[in-house]
Structures are given as structure tokens and as C-alpha cells.
Nanobody, 121 residues
Framework: QVQLVESGGGLVQAGGSLRLSCAASGSIFSVNAMGWYRQAAGKQRELVAAITSGGTANYADSVKGRFTISRDNAKNTVYLQMNSLKPEDTAVYYC???????????????WGQGTQVTVSS
């Protein structure tokens, strides 16, 4: 079994910062890319940022220069540092990971349960 558990969401005023964490645990053999998505009320889920196992990151245009994705491969954990938050950043944030388990040679995509981020104006 594999679990991705997010933490760090909450309520913050516009201009503030939050740091999200997502730890993957279970029978993990290797983790490839990890990423963060978000889904605002009434909207489709969208990519926020993703990072490869080698550390190459890409970002949605809407968060470039404000958000930073990073990871700790030893802990199978991905982070999202969010600065200069705006009300339009309000959403449920989900992490995902493309990984290989100890019992299956295929790589699969796993999702966390999501964490709410609310930015007040």
C-alpha cells in the first residue's frame, strides 16, 4: 500500500505565505516525478508545479516567481513554498507522485487526499 499525505494548508491573508508538504509512504521502490495540483470550487483541477527526481521543476504561469517546489528524495517528500498569495490561489491542493512499488515493476500515479488553502483579501 502507498499513501501520500499532505499537510500545511490553512487560512492566510493576501500577501502571506504557506508551505505545503506531501510525504509518500509504504512499499515504495522508487519515486519519479512529484507534483502539486489544485482545484478551485467549480473549476477543473490544474497543474501548479512539478519536479523530477533530478530536481528539474516546472510551474504554471500563474504561480511563477511566487511558488517554489522542492523535494527531499531521502524522505520521499515534496514541498510547495507559496509566497505572495492571492485570493485566486484559494483551492484544494493535491500532491501526486509517479512511483514504483516493491511489488509491482510498473510505475503508477498516486494522489494525496488534498489540503485546503484559503487566501482572504
Amino acid at each position: 500500500q502507498v499513501q501520500l499525505v499532505e499537510s500545511g494548508g490553512g487560512l492566510v491573508q493576501a500577501g502571506g505565505s504557506l508551505r505545503l508538504s506531501c510525504a509518500a509512504s509504504g512499499s515504495i521502490f522508487s519515486v519519479n516525478a512529484m507534483g502539486w495540483y489544485r482545484q478551485a470550487a467549480g473549476k477543473q483541477r490544474e497543474l501548479v508545479a512539478a519536479i523530477t527526481s533530478g530536481g528539474t521543476a516546472n510551474y504554471a504561469d500563474s504561480v511563477k516567481g511566487r511558488f517554489t517546489i522542492s523535494r527531499d528524495n531521502a524522505k520521499n517528500t515534496v514541498y510547495l513554498q507559496m509566497n505572495s498569495l492571492k485570493p485566486e490561489d484559494t483551492a484544494v491542493y493535491y500532491c501526486n507522485a509517479i512511483l514504483q512499488t516493491d511489488y509491482d515493476t510498473r510505475t503508477r500515479l498516486y494522489w494525496g487526499q488534498g489540503t485546503q488553502v484559503t487566501v482572504s483579501s
